[in-house]
């Protein structure tokens, strides 16, 4: 659309810019404030410049709850992102079962992510969950509270269940967007499942996929809540990913300085992302 | 359709055994397209159940007595019994909770619409100094981390002296659902030409007269996902609703983690308060379906 140029158009903007002012800008610079200082108590700060951010950067906790993440977020990704195309493309076009399998399969991603994490929690312990209890009669000693590798899994699995379905909605949205000229166009070509797939649905499902791809591996990586009630980050520090350590920093231990430093090295990273998404969204719009 | 018609025009002029061997052939191409997609039913029926599964276990749960819980393992209650949601309705340290977090979720959604209408109109609209740098900065909003804020936010409004208040969480929700509104409002007002905008002016409307008479209905169905949305993010969100809240405003998310953390917790009750949470989204997902894969990806679909 073409838009006219009109710098009273500020105003309109003017009351979410002060909104979101106040509830990001004042905090971030709060946070930019305790990065570059330390205290020893009673509101005296010091000039640390460079200090916490150096700290942190060549802290093998930070390494290692990064590297963590970027493992959880690279697992979920590769699981999520081909199952839901592979069941985006057996959902029905029409008929009754669209509603059916949209209600149902949208449920989770309505769910309050705690109660994500309880339903998990519950389901998932070997004296009262379905799963743990027939794992444990698989003659699997399934302990997600002391076993790493089960925390890991259970945290995975939970993951593909809350998420996955917006990785179908998302690649449904675009796959009904195809007209069925192209279809039958394929049809009189006898083109095989595969060429249809490759050539007809692949290139139209792109962008959404694009735009999956960004969006589960930003919320991966901030993740928080799920496996804080399922697993506390545990056992040890084996499911402790970015945002429970600086939590953990922050709230628990009261350090300030690394808490603030982590917090804008973490920013950063998200901030690199959101341009990606943003250019992605921005591109398609020009091009549209 | 279009080769079916084709053949059936060619086949008409034919002869009756190439007729038939044609008919022959058609059926058996018609079968085989019906050999291929046959199962499709199959890996969606299988995921619905992965889904149902957790869900309905927790359901399960929620209808069973503590001893049940623990003491028999059955697929269904053997003696389904309403003491567990008894208990959160009779109970105020539980109901409240959810009183809490509908009234934070409530205030949040409507200043999150209110303010980004107008904003979602100026960047539908207008191009003007740094327009493409806010809309930016809005997103990087709704993509930062709440374990960032946690800290801050709880200093920011304890020296307003606002913590263990509604507004405070209301507030601190804008953060991420104030750029969700405008994107997704301005996703729906780009589809609106700017024809009918112009229109309305020469037939005399005033801008004010215009936006809500005329505007506001044709992007309802925007305005009413945008809503949804924000109400489902405030309403999933706990690290910031917990962190500055203590007793007063303390949502249902954080009590819920609460019993969890201590010890001889009550199972069933547990489940019938999760049972409860999942109920709002339960209930408004059938008018939004079209729309969830929009809302979360900020109405770019």
Redesign the interface.
């Known amino acids: 659309m073409e838009k006219t140029w009109n710098n009273k158009a500020w105003f309109m903007v003017l009351p979410v810019l002060l909104l979101v002012a106040f509830s990001a800008v004042i905090p971030l610079m709060t946070v930019v404030n305790y990065s570059v200082q330390d205290t020893f108590g009673n509101n005296q700060f010091f000039w640390a410049g460079a200090e916490w951010f150096d700290e942190v950067l060549h802290s093998e906790r930070f390494h290692a709850s990064l590297g963590r993440n970027l493992i959880f977020s690279a697992i979920i990704l590769l699981i999520e992102i081909p199952l839901g195309i592979v069941i985006a493309l057996n959902m029905p076009r029409k008929g009754w079962g669209v509603p059916v399998c949209l209600v149902l399969m949208a449920l989770p991603l309505l769910i309050p992510w705690n109660v994500v994490g309880t339903i998990w929690q519950v389901f998932g312990r070997v004296d009262i969950g379905l799963l743990g209890h027939t794992l444990a009669n698989l003659g699997i000693n399934y302990n997600y509270v002391q076993n790493p590798m089960h925390a890991w899994f259970t945290v995975i699995i939970m993951d593909v269940w809350h998420w996955t379905s917006l990785v179908v909605l998302l690649c449904y949205a675009g796959l009904v967007s195809i007209p069925d000229a192209f279809y039958q166009a394929a049809k009189i070509d006898g083109a095989s499942r595969w060429a249809v797939f490759r050539y007809i649905q692949l290139p139209k499902m792109n962008r959404v996929l694009l735009i999956a791809v960004l969006l589960r591996f930003m919320d991966s990586f901030m993740i928080y809540t799920e496996p804080f009630v399922v697993t506390g980050g545990g056992p040890g520090n084996s499911t402790t990913f970015l945002s429970i350590d600086l939590v953990k920093v922050a709230v628990g231990q009261f350090d300030l300085g690394p808490a603030a430093a982590m917090s804008i090295i973490y920013f950063l990273i998200i901030l690199l992302l959101s341009w990606v998404f943003y250019t992605v969204m921005t591109n398609y719009d020009a091009e549209r | ?3 079916q018609q084709d053949t059936l025009v060619r086949t008409s002029e034919r002869p009756e055994a190439e007729q038939h061997r044609i008919d022959k052939a058609l059926a058996r191409k018609m079968r085989k397209r019906g050999d ?1 997609s046959k199962f ?5 029926t299988v ?2 159940i ?6 309905y ?2 359901i399960n ?1 929620s209808f069973k007595t503590n001893q049940e ?2 003491g028999t ?1 059955s ?1 269904w209650p053997q003696n389904p019994t309403l003491q567990n949601y008894a208990v959160i309705f009779t109970d105020p340290s539980w109901y409240k909770g959810y009183i809490n977090s509908i009234i934070y979720v409530v205030m949040n959604t409507v ?1 999150s619409v209110l ?2 209408l ?2 979602a ?9 740094g ?2 740098h ?3 900065w ?4 709704r ?11 709880f ?2 409004y304890s020296a307003f002296g606002l913590i263990d208040t509604h507004i405070a969480v209301a ?2 929700h ?2 991420f659902n ?2 969700l509104a ?1 994107w997704i409002l301005e996703g729906f007002m ?1 589809g609106v ?2 024809e009918i905008d112009e229109t309305a002016y020469i037939d005399g409307y005033s801008f004010p007269r215009f936006f809500v008479r005329i505007f506001i209905p044709l992007i309802a169905s925007g305005i009413g996902v945008a809503a949804f949305f924000c109400f ?1 993010f405030s ?5 910031i609703a917990r ?1 500055l809240t203590t007793t007063a405003a303390k949502p249902i ?1 954080a009590i ?2 609460r019993t ?1 953390s201590a010890s001889g917790l009550d ?1 069933g009750v ?2 019938a308060a ?1 049972v409860l ?2 109920i709002p ?2 209930i408004v ?2 008018f939004v ?2 729309y ?3 809302g ?3 109405g ?2």
């Open positions: 359709m279009s080769v291929e499709w039913w199959l890996i969606p995921y619905i992965f889904l149902m599964l957790p869900i276990w927790l749960m819980i623990l393992f697929l200043i303010v980004a107008p904003a109109y100026a960047f539908s609209r207008y191009r003007f100094l327009d493409k806010l809309f930016f809005l997103l990087t909003n993509m930062a981390p709440p374990a960032v804020f946690a800290l801050p936010f200093q920011l507030l601190a804008c953060l104030v750029p405008v780009s030409p700017k489902m309403w999933v969100e706990l690290l962190t998310a819920m983690t969890v199972w547990l489940a999760g949470t999942i989204g339960a997902i059938y379906r079209n969830i894969a929009k979360f990806a900020l770019r679909v």
